[in-house]
């Protein structure tokens, strides 16, 4: 009886639908659209002939036709490829699993993966600058981001789980000065990345959050046994934080100098990477208090929370600064 | 223009556009705001066939680009309304499976009413896979892409999400 209610419940929602004189309005618009906005595919594109097989099997197929013709280079030669590149498919289907492959460690298998995550997202400022980004080649960077973080993060070392929440975060954060900078339509396949990046963000921070705080329930047991060469490692690991900081300010100072517009994304990178640098120095000020306060896992957790900060911030200005190259590059060749 | 092209945007347009209006009209609850969003969706998907983009799953790619739509449409409504001063904390991508007002313009019964309330005390990410495979039909590798989620993820969210509809309305539902 109950389950009669459910599958009613499902009929009733099913019947939800466009009346018939809304579907023939709705087509009608489409078909204008379609009209006004016709197909001017090659004949010669590859994916006249593929598009019936499967994606893998095209996939290989086009490899393997593609490494014939041209040898081994075209797999190099795709090392700088773009979604909506002929070489891309090469580039995620048989360059990037290749290095995976002949990575010898579990670790460094793990560096190769995040690695070709942040390449995800550094393709996807390229093509924002460029104005490249359309909605098709936002989802395809969106669903390989979020695969790639799904399929890797369970199995990622502390190590490794920390810099994949820091590039994540400092990819957002050029993301959002590029978005700034962009005409509407670019402005929408642009959230749309960012959208998958934030909840990629959620996932790596849920993980990494949950090794800190592993790390602060055994901190106490450790401490206890090892507390003289704790304090010391304290003020060692807080002097390369401030040292970080100072280097990743003078940064900041320096390329404002050397940029001549004050509204551009490279200026607006420059300064969220200045706020994450404040609040690094608030964190670690903070971290400081407690440590003299002998709260040590407090302590611990907050100089994590500015280091990362700081990290965040140096990926950010560094990024900015090849894309701001690239920018001009582009209008010099135009 | 390439008819065969044409043939299978025409063909694509008559078996899911009610699927696409129905996703966007429970999340949004106008009608009209729908038709329009449903719109959007096809010539999104049409401008992507002219281009050659290799679309392997037109569903999966219909779904995706409503679900992108949705949540650019919250963003927008958001930042004109004054409801944002409000609503500070809430976050468009997480969109309920069912708008309370899109639920008052239905006609249910008693029994589905009560069953709608108990899915919407659930998680967005249950109500959204519960969605996807109850009114949809959409397979688990489906959900995976318009999600982004890997698939065995999407079978453990339906059967957790399955446990706590089971627990809150002590029917028994039986695995599909």
Not at chain 1, 90 to 105: D, F
Not at chain 1, 161 to 166: D, F, G, Q, S, T
Not at chain 1, 249 to 259: G, T, V
Request: proline fraction near 3%; aromatic fraction near 6%.
């Amino acid at each position: 009886m109950k389950n009669n209610h459910i599958k009613n419940t499902i009929v009733e929602i099913k019947k939800i639908s466009l009346t018939h004189q809304e579907k023939s309005a709705l087509f009608d618009v489409l078909d204008w659209y379609a009209e006004s906005n016709p197909s001017v595919k090659s004949p010669y594109s590859i994916s006249t002939w593929t598009h019936q097989l499967s994606r893998p099997l095209t996939y290989v197929l086009t490899s393997l036709l593609i490494v014939l013709l041209a040898g081994g280079s075209s797999v190099f030669a795709s090392e700088g490829a773009l979604p909506g590149d002929i070489l891309y498919p090469i580039k995620i289907h048989v360059s990037e699993p290749l290095k995976v492959a002949l990575a010898t460690s579990l670790e460094a298998k793990q560096q190769v993966k995040v690695a070709q995550v942040e390449e995800r997202l550094k393709e996807a400022e390229t093509l924002a600058v460029q104005g490249r980004l359309t909605s098709s080649t936002s989802i395809e960077i969106q669903q390989a981001v979020a695969m790639r973080v799904s399929d890797v993060h369970d199995s990622l070392s502390d190590k490794n789980k920390n810099h994949l929440e820091v590039t994540l975060a400092a990819h957002e954060n050029v993301l959002e000065s590029i978005k700034k900078h962009s005409s509407d339509s670019e402005k929408t396949n642009i959230e749309n990345v960012q959208i998958a990046l934030r909840q990629d963000t959620e996932v790596a921070s849920a993980s990494s959050v949950s090794s800190i705080m592993f790390a602060a329930k055994v901190a106490p047991m450790r401490s206890a046994k090892i507390n003289p060469s704790a304090s010391t490692a304290f003020s060692e690991r807080k002097d390369k934080v401030q040292k970080a900081i100072q280097d990743v300010d003078q940064k900041i100072h320096n390329n404002s100098k050397n940029n001549d517009s004050a509204d551009s994304f490279e200026q607006s990178i420059l300064n969220t990477a200045s706020s994450s640098i404040q609040n690094a120095q608030t964190k670690l000020n903070q971290a400081e208090d407690n440590h003299s306060n002998n709260n040590d896992d407090e302590a611990n957790a907050l100089i994590d929370v500015s280091e990362k900060k700081v990290q965040e911030a140096s990926i950010s200005i560094d990024r900015g600064l090849e894309l701001g190259k690239l920018k001009w590059s582009n209008r010099g060749n135009k | 223009m390439n008819t065969r092209v044409k043939d299978r945007f025409v063909q694509i347009h008559t078996e899911h556009a009610d699927s696409i209006f129905r996703f966007c009209f429970l999340r949004v609850s106008d009608r009209n705001v729908a038709i329009d969003l449903t719109q959007d969706v096809f010539m999104r998907y049409w401008d992507n066939l002219i281009k050659g983009n290799n679309i392997q799953n037109d569903k999966a790619f219909l779904f995706t680009v409503a679900r992108n739509i949705i949540i650019d449409w919250y963003r927008k409504k958001k930042s004109i309304s004054l409801d944002a001063l409000q609503e500070e904390n809430d976050d468009p991508e997480e969109f309920a499976l069912i708008e309370d007002n899109a639920k008052g313009a239905l006609e249910l019964s008693t029994e589905s009413r009560f069953l709608l309330d108990k899915i919407k005390s659930l998680p967005h990410t249950s109500q959204q896979v519960l969605y996807f495979k109850y009114i949809e039909d959409l397979k688990p590798k489906e959900i995976a892409e318009i999600l982004h989620i890997k698939e065995n993820a999407v079978s453990v969210r339906i059967f957790r999400a399955l446990e706590d509809l089971r627990k809150l309305t002590g029917y028994d539902i039986p695995p599909q």
